[in-house]
Structure formats: C-alpha cells, structure tokens
C-alpha cells in the first residue's frame, strides 16, 4: 500500500510564498516521475509542474519563473516552492506520484491568495 501525503497549504497574501511537500511511504520499490496538479473551483484540474527521477523538470506556462519543483529521493518526498503568488494561484494542490508501473495520488491540500 502507498499513500501520499501533502502538507504545507495555507493562506497567504498576493506576493507571498509557500512550501508545499509530499511525502511517499508504504511500498515503494522505485518511484519515476512525480508532479504537482491543482483543480480550482469550476475548472478541471491542471498540471502545474512534473519532475523526472532524473530530475528532468517541467512547469505550466502560468507558474514558469515563480514555482520550482524539487525532490529527495532518499526521503521519497516532492516539493514545490511557490513564490510570488497570486489570486489565480487558489486552488486544491494534489501530489502524483508514478511508482514503478502505477500511479497515485495524494489527498490535496487548499492553497489560497487573499488580501
């Protein structure tokens, strides 16, 4: 059994920053690529950003420059930094995590950018 676990959602100001993080366990034998989505109200959910095992990174055209995606791969746990945030950034951030073959997903956790 695998789970994920995502912490370090909040309220936060226009301009402010967060650390997200996802933490891995269970499982694990070797876990490939691992990403960042978020689902605001009324909309789909979107990627935000991915990273590879071998650290090969990717960001939505909507985040690139203020976001960075970071992994420990001796502690199974993803990051995302997120700076400079703004209103259009709210939303539930999930976790995903591709481990050997199959993928899955974390809880979610509400970020929100508000004056």
């Known amino acids: 059994q695998v789970q994920l676990v995502e912490s370090g959602g909040g309220l936060v100001q226009p301009g402010g920053s967060l650390r997200l993080s996802c933490a891995a366990s269970?499982?694990?034998?070797?876990?490939?690529?691992m990403k960042w989505y978020r689902q605001a109200p009324g909309k789909e959910r979107e990627l935000v950003a991915g990273?590879?095992?071998?650290?090969?990174?990717i960001y939505a055209d909507s985040v690139k420059g203020r976001f960075t995606i970071s992994r420990d791969n001796a502690k199974n746990t993803l990051y995302l930094q997120m700076d400079s945030l703004k209103p259009e950034d709210t939303a539930v951030y999930y976790c995903?995590?591709?481990?050997?073959?199959?993928?899955?997903w974390g809880q979610g956790t509400q970020v929100t950018v508000s004056s």
């Open positions: 990273i590879t095992s071998g650290n090969v990174r």
């Open positions: 995903y995590a591709l481990i050997s073959v199959k993928g899955y």
């Open positions: 269970g499982s694990i034998f070797s876990v490939n690529a």
